[in-house]
């Protein structure tokens, strides 16, 4: 019997562009948990929180942990309040409150309930074009397509350049690994998506129509002074970048995700086939166990004591979703895909002031997948040889999805 004694563990190193993360990060999220709740990466200069109660006590608590310096990590550890972009995610009340109050005027779940039958046309006329075949992608031939051409329309996008988004998008979001801060092909993609939006909203303004931002031309609100103010273009276009880039992206990446889990569970899939009526609780075990939405960056405006560790005021903190809807202290079996798993609260599309203004849109959107998909595809297998993962800070899933269908 050996008496050497057992080697210590390698120290834990969250490092959100490391290849790690690209790839799969969910068993150093468990080792941040357990061993780090309040990890410190001195290198890059950033704390992280991955347990469920400090994830969920963050998000709820905007006085201490500010969104105004940049959700992304390039923009937090520049240590400056974001000034040049009007977008809510980007703010705190009560500047937060009133622009929040002015675009929720035209994305009510009433309105987005009418969208039902135009969801599941585009959805429907995107599977019909795969019918026949024996091996599909379902994400870069389908998934990646659907939710932006819904996105677009509601917007007001013209059809020629309703997938413009997508693309941009993808440019914009992808990091090499090691690839710290954003690159000049990363900026050029932002940039212009928000100047064509910016260039749509004084074309809305002059010429308005029945959709979206034609809408937002034309609302107005009491400010803090009881003034009826409206949106500026400006603050239209950080609208339709945010929506637009929000819409394509999350729903993209939780249909592919759906597709692998399924796959790997198909007594899952079975559940799903013999009761349709389990595809909403499907829908929010999907975004548990793998939430596109990895982590949201804030700014600590105060010093924070937790768990024996002082995060300095002015410090970026990173809220690690994909942490903490695993977290065993919060979830009976965590790293189980169970669809009848009892509701409980959601994080996939944030929380607090900062919840997604189309999480019903998207909710929708991912029902009627499913439920097309499991019309369509009875039984399927995943070409696991063919998957591909985006490289992406804060956002996880495929850019391929190949399946075999019998």
């Known amino acids: 019997m050996s008496t050497e004694p057992a080697a210590e563990p390698a120290p834990i190193d969250f490092d959100p562009y490391s290849a790690t993360y690209f790839d799969d990060p969910y068993d150093l999220y468990r080792r941040l948990r357990d061993e780090e709740p309040v990890h410190h990466n001195a290198d890059i200069g950033f704390y992280a929180l991955s347990r469920w109660d400090d994830v969920v006590d963050a998000a709820r608590d905007w006085s201490t942990y500010s969104s105004a310096y940049g959700i992304e990590l390039d923009s937090l550890l520049a240590g400056e309040v974001i000034h040049d972009i009007d977008s809510l995610i980007m703010m705190d009340p009560p500047k937060h409150d009133r622009l929040r109050a002015l675009v929720s005027r035209v994305f009510t779940p009433r309105s987005i309930s009418g969208l039902e039958p135009m969801v599941r046309e585009v959805i429907v006329g995107y599977l019909d074009e795969l019918?026949?075949?024996?091996?599909?992608d379902l994400l870069s031939e389908f998934a990646a397509y659907f939710p932006v051409e819904i996105i677009s329309r509601m917007l007001g996008i013209p059809a020629e350049r309703r997938q413009d988004v997508r693309l941009w998008l993808d440019v914009a979001l992808?990091?090499?690994?090691?690839?710290?801060?954003?690159?000049?092909?990363?900026?050029a993609?932002?940039?212009a998506m928000g100047t064509y939006f910016y260039e749509l909203a004084v074309e809305k303004r002059a010429h308005p129509v029945d959709d979206m931002l034609s809408r937002l031309t034309q609302v107005e609100v009491e400010d803090d002074d009881g003034n009826l103010v409206g949106l500026s273009d400006v603050d239209i276009a950080g609208f339709g970048t945010l929506i637009g880039g929000a819409g394509a992206e999350t729903v993209t990446k939780l249909v592919g995700n759906a597709v692998v889990l399924f796959g790997r569970h198909p007594?899952?899939?079975q559940l799903?086939?013999?009761?349709?009526?389990?595809i909403p609780g499907a829908f929010e075990e999907l975004l548990r166990i793998l939430p596109p939405s990895q982590f949201q960056g804030r700014m600590t405006v105060r010093d924070v004591e937790l768990h024996g560790t002082t995060i300095p005021a002015r410090s970026p903190v990173l809220l690690?979703?994909?942490?903490a809807t695993r977290d065993e202290r919060a979830f009976t079996d965590p790293d189980r895909f169970d669809i009848t798993r009892p509701p409980a609260l959601s994080l996939g599309?944030?929380?607090?002031i900062h919840s997604c203004l189309g999480a019903a849109l998207a909710r929708m959107e991912g029902r009627i997948a499913v439920e097309e998909l499991a019309q369509r595809y009875p039984r399927y297998e995943v070409d696991t040889d063919g998957l591909r993962r985006v490289q992406m800070t804060n956002v996880a899933g495929y850019s391929n999805v190949p399946i075999r269908v019998g």
């Open 189 to 191: 993609a932002m940039v």
């Open 272 to 278: 799903v086939r013999d009761d349709p009526s389990l």
């Open 131 to 136: 019918d026949g075949r024996d091996q599909v």
């Open 320 to 323: 690690l979703t994909g942490a």
């Open 267 to 269: 007594d899952q899939w």
């Open 349 to 352: 599309f944030g929380h607090g």
């Open 174 to 187: 992808h990091r090499e690994v090691g690839q710290r801060t954003f690159g000049e092909e990363n900026t």
